[in-house]
């Protein structure tokens, strides 16, 4: 079942691209606004970072990273795998935001506070997003004029290095990519993840995986019964993790 998942081919171009474009835009942390990359030996993470999701980007804020999520192994290549939102701090810590990498850069470059909260509405999303701006404007020390001045060329490149441009209705995108994962979800989970059905008779177990997670749990014989039975389906990778995410 493990695959020798590589770093998406859109990941290394930006991350690449990145790097020689930031001398352009000095007034921005960096380019994409996050840190970028894949580290396929790592050996920390947060104790709720599911176990078969390799994190790609950090936002620098309150813990909150995004993943690509391999749904224990049934995505063939990262290029393909749906983009969770992992924020430690919050109640609802795992949320599906992305269908993809290139679907999660569209949204992350002209519609990032999707991504980072939940909406009730589509209108509380746009009125957030006109408080967000005027607080911005309003700021004393903030560059509104150059922010924006920047952010623009930064769009402008992304259009046209990597083809991106805003989902249309991306609030309702987000609603039904979620709807889509429920309807493919044979166990439901704490995460709001689920598990699909991908091993026969083996759905239950990888469900109390996900919730040891969403638990935190720390029971250390419980937590190594459930990492020894991933060894035995081949998922060494999800069981390293499983054992660092949750006794450290």
């Known amino acids: 079942m493990n695959h020798n998942y ?22 921005l942390e960096n380019p994409t606004g996050l840190f970028l990359g894949i580290d396929f030996q790592e050996k920390q993470g947060y104790f709720c970072t599911p176990v078969d999701s390799f994190p790609f980007a950090r936002t620098g804020m309150d813990g909150i990273h995004y993943a690509l999520l391999t749904d224990f192994g049934f995505v063939q290549t990262l290029d393909e795998a749906p983009v ?76 046209d290095q990597f083809k991106l441009s805003p989902i249309v209705n991306a609030f309702q995108y987000i609603q039904e990519i979620r709807s889509e994962r429920q309807a493919g979800v044979t166990v439901t989970t704490e995460d709001s993840l689920g598990v699909r059905s991908i091993l026969a008779g ?47």
């Open 202 to 248: 083996k759905e239950s177990l990888l469900a109390s995986i996900r919730d040891l997670q969403a638990s935190a749990c720390s029971d250390r014989s419980l937590v190594e019964r459930h990492a020894h039975e991933l060894i035995r389906l081949g998922l060494v990778h999800e069981a390293e993790s499983l054992l660092i995410r949750l006794l450290g």
């Open 6 to 27: 590589q770093t998406p081919l859109l990941l290394n171009r930006m991350i690449s691209w990145e790097r020689e474009f930031a001398s352009q835009v000095k007034y």
């Open 84 to 159: 969770i939102r992992i924020s430690p701090m919050d109640r609802e810590k795992i949320r599906l935001v992305a269908r993809n990498l290139s679907e999660f850069f569209s949204l992350h470059f002209f519609d990032e506070l999707l991504l980072l909260n939940e909406f009730t509405s589509e209108e509380d999303y746009l009125k957030c997003k006109r408080k967000e701006e005027e607080k911005d404007l309003q700021s004393e020390w903030f560059d509104y004029a150059r922010w924006k001045r920047e952010k623009a060329l930064v769009m402008n490149e992304v259009r």
